[in-house]
């Protein structure tokens, strides 16, 4: 008899008896502290698959979650999965528009939803012919849908259904960060490439953990650092569905005591910030991780000085599924991405697709057991990322003599200046390593001669810092050169950012 190969299996049903059955899986850390074990996670996702049967879900037919992070989370992500329903989780803070065309593109025939996001979903809906089923999650009874209470009436236990590991398993629209969202399809035997990989060989974590990450569910980072990896242990994950704010965060690193903490960049700058006036909570931090933007150098010396903790910078991708490249535990240069994570391969190549030298930069191209099973819809686009194993991430790298990677920016976001490839994150690095400046980020813009010349942004720390505007260029220039100044600066409230916390860069350039 062939092993069912379902995920399900492994990350749910393995941890059903034994020592871990009694362990905590997920606590809520908002409003009723609600907690599940893994003995439970178990039967219930048993129910759940069987509840998408009753209502008529069949095999393959998508169900579209917008679901905040919150216990029905992983018992709707992982009953799917057992039921062969392909769950598809999507960004919580979307416009109906555009929930309305991903529901449109993927053609899900079951939607999720939490009650506090149905308002915004529900028109998205309207003569919509291939919904059989809207659930609503939490809140008062609403006209014309399940709540999620009645959707589990009558439910009986039903074990995975047999899987083979090259089957898709779930999708995740990508972040949107330079354009129109895309579906990703991905398979079952990719949850545990990336827990085998990064989990294990970076992440290094065990059962004992307490995980907390700002990332939320929805998100292929966040998937990892609050499912998979944890999963993949019999760790416990924190739950948080509000906005990871440095005041909302402090508050759950005190109250939950996580071990491991993952953020982005534009949180751990808000929270070193922060605590220049704040006190630090009470946390006892082993291991903290950052993705979606590359590091600042001096965030990360700050937060190390700050915690006695290293924060590990490392890329990930939606295609690759979780973090492919990074700094290790014992082995963190700040300012650069670090290297390969063991299970991966990765190349720097240049427009000719040639392998470049020390010093060069070129397109970061990976490849792993985790790469995506390619785009929904979108053969054009497949064919461009997915070339056989290698995956194109449309990353520019730069390669140090010690074989580490130093991110120079999007290949879209990349120009020159006087014949040389200038990294608009070298510049935004100078900027924020100024002590009044919060964020920054750095474009391409024409002068008057119709050459390309640094164009940046600045958020200011306080509005008692603008005085520092008119000083800014020469501090540039003395930083890292003369020639990559920036020509234009504009002091801004707020950078335009996914809701992962991407820079949308393009939205600056018009």
């Given at each position: 008899m062939t092993e069912n190969q379902n995920a399900a299996c492994y990350f749910v049903d393995r941890h059903r008896n034994g020592s871990r059955a009694d362990h905590v899986a997920f606590q809520e850390a908002a409003g009723t502290e609600r907690a599940i074990t893994y003995a439970d996670l178990a039967t219930e996702t048993d129910l759940v698959a069987n509840a998408f049967a009753n209502a008529g879900i069949a095999r393959e037919e998508r169900a579209l979650m917008l679901v905040l992070d919150q216990i029905e989370f992983p018992l709707i992500f992982w009953g799917a999965l057992k039921a062969g329903v392909v769950p598809v989780p999507v960004n919580t803070l979307l416009s109906t528009d555009v929930y309305r065309a991903i529901l449109e593109d993927s053609r899900a025939t079951s939607v999720f939803v939490s009650h506090e996001l149905a308002s915004v979903i529900l028109p998205a809906?309207?003569?919509?012919?291939?919904?059989?089923?809207?659930?609503?999650?939490?809140?008062?009874?609403?006209?014309?849908?399940?709540?999620?209470?009645?959707f589990m009436q009558g439910a009986t236990p039903q074990s995975a259904i047999v899987s083979s590991q090259d089957e898709t398993a779930f999708w995740l629209y990508s972040s949107g960060s330079t354009g129109q969202p895309k579906g990703v399809r991905h398979v079952h035997a990719a949850l545990k490439a990336t827990a085998d990989t990064y989990g294990e060989h970076v992440l290094r974590i065990t059962q004992d953990d307490v995980i907390f990450s700002a990332a939320k569910l929805f998100f292929?980072?966040?998937?990892?650092?609050?499912?998979?990896?944890?999963?993949?242990?019999?760790?416990t994950t924190i739950l948080f569905h509000g906005r990871p704010t440095p005041e909302t965060v402090c508050d759950v690193l005190d109250r939950t005591k996580p071990t491991i903490f993952c953020g982005v960049p534009t949180l751990f700058a808000a929270l070193v910030h922060h605590f220049e006036t704040t006190p630090q909570p009470n946390a006892p931090l082993r291991r903290c991780i950052s993705a979606g933007e590359a590091l600042p150098e001096e965030i990360g010396k700050k937060w190390k000085g700050l915690w006695g903790?290293?924060?590990?910078?490392?890329?990930?991708?939606?295609?690759?599924?979780?973090?492919?490249?990074?700094?290790?535990?014992?082995?963190v240069v700040y300012g650069t991405s670090g290297k390969a994570v063991p299970g991966y391969a990765i190349r720097l190549v240049d427009e000719n697709n040639h392998d470049v030298n020390v010093g060069g930069i070129g397109e970061l191209l990976v490849k792993g057991q985790s790469s995506a099973d390619g785009y929904w819809n979108n053969r054009h686009k497949s064919r461009s990322t997915f070339e056989g194993e290698w995956t194109r991430t449309g990353d520019k790298y730069e390669l140090s003599d010690t074989g580490r990677l130093i991110y120079c920016g999007r290949t879209d976001d990349m120009f020159k200046v006087s014949g040389i490839w200038v990294s608009p994150f070298e510049i935004e690095q100078a900027l924020v390593s100024h002590p009044a400046i919060l964020e920054a980020a750095v474009v391409a813009k024409q002068d008057e001669e119709g050459l390309d010349k640094p164009h940046a942004f600045v958020v200011l720390k306080s509005a008692q810092n603008a005085d520092?505007?008119?000083?800014?260029?020469?501090?540039?220039?003395?930083?890292?050169?003369?020639?990559?100044?920036?020509?234009?600066?504009?002091?801004?409230?707020?950078?335009?950012?996914?809701?992962?916390?991407k820079i949308q860069?393009?939205?600056?350039?018009g």
């Open positions: 809906l309207q003569d919509n012919p291939n919904i059989k089923t809207t659930v609503v999650i939490g809140g008062a009874p609403l006209d014309g849908v399940s709540s999620f209470d009645t292929a980072y966040g998937l990892g650092n609050g499912m998979t990896f944890p999963m993949s242990v019999g760790a903790v290293d924060i590990l910078d490392g890329v990930g991708s939606t295609e690759m599924l979780h973090i492919f490249l990074s700094n290790t535990p014992d082995d520092c505007i008119p000083h800014l260029k020469d501090y540039i220039k003395d930083k890292i050169g003369k020639w990559k100044y920036p020509r234009w600066i504009d002091v801004v409230d707020e950078l335009p950012k996914t809701a992962t916390g860069r393009f939205k600056l350039r």
